[in-house]
């Protein structure tokens, strides 16, 4: 039997990559109805890469649910200084969660909160502990169990 691979993706992170990988093309990328399209085309081109590189047996795609998170009840400033996600990629984020869904890909969101890597690792601990290799994808980064020392 083949070993079971996870393929966990940030959604938002790298929604927010594939949007700013075309920004100065952004009105060469629209639909008909005047969708801009920038960031489902390089979503979609990102997903086929990690796909096709990565081979996994199971997708899920996390996505944050809204402004309103446990931190920011706590601290009214959280994340004060950061710009409002620009309107033209707000538009494409249903696009992009419905075209998940045709490819047959879950996803989630998780209401309350913002960092969604935070259970990503805990999902990596969960994978690792039933001997699943699982991947996860966010910016850069690559997260996969460690090795269990032998010590």
Known sequence: MAQKKLLLIDGNSV???AFYALYRQLDRF????G??????????????AIMKQTNPTNVLVAFDAGKVTFRTEMYQDYK????K????????????REMLKD???????LKNYVYIKEEMKQMVDIC????????????????????????
């Open 80 to 83: 004060g200084g950061r710009q």
């Open 128 to 151: 690792h502990k039933y001997h699943v290799l699982c991947k996860v994808i966010f910016e850069n980064c690559y997260l996969t169990p460690r090795k269990k020392s032998k010590n």
């Open 103 to 109: 490819l047959g890909i879950k996803s989630y969101e």
């Open 15 to 17: 929604a927010f990559r």
């Open 35 to 48: 969708l801009h399209t920038n960031a489902i085309f390089t979503f979609k081109n990102m997903l086929d």
């Open 85 to 96: 996600t620009p309107s033209e990629l707000s538009e494409q984020l249903p696009v992009i």
């Open 30 to 33: 629209t639909s008909p109805d």
